[in-house]
């Protein structure tokens, strides 16, 4: 069956840096676009990278809140994304989520009906 496990989150000062990891399984990883979301308490969904099913550094975007400190990259023989966070920020704090979709990173954008498949969640906490 179709999963998706993301981790790689935990508890970080401001400015540094943390990695999250999305391992996909049951489905053929590199046919498939994976964003990253986050969800703040409070707060609505929303997306932060997505990296397109067959990702160059064309087909990749970013938020423009972590644009410059954050890297998405994918390594097809693995069947994982990463997500490479740096100069982490407080409001930066909230649970992330891997998710897959069948449409490129620019049809999809960050709406997240057009994600079918979800990770259970990572948290990532930035404070001092």
């Known amino acids: 069956q179709v999963q998706l496990v993301d981790s790689g989150g935990g508890l970080v000062q401001p400015g540094g840096s943390l990695r999250l990891s999305c391992v996909a399984s049951?489905?053929?990883?590199?046919?498939?676009?994976i964003a990253w979301f986050r969800q703040a308490p409070g707060k609505e969904r929303e997306g932060v990278s997505c990296?397109?099913?067959?990702?160059?550094?064309?087909?990749?975007s970013y938020a423009d809140s972590v644009k410059g400190r954050f890297t998405i990259s994918r390594d097809n023989a693995k069947n994982t994304v990463y997500l490479q966070m740096n100069n982490l920020k407080p409001e930066d704090t909230a649970v992330y989520y891997c998710?897959?979709?069948?449409?490129?990173?620019?049809?999809?954008?960050?709406?997240?009906?057009?994600?079918?498949?979800w990770g259970q969640g990572t948290q990532v906490t930035v404070s001092s």
């Open positions: 998710a897959r979709s069948t449409y490129f990173c620019y049809y999809a954008d960050y709406d997240p009906r057009e994600y079918d498949y």
């Open positions: 990296a397109s099913a067959s990702s160059s550094d064309s087909d990749t």
């Open positions: 049951g489905f053929t990883f590199d046919h498939y676009t």
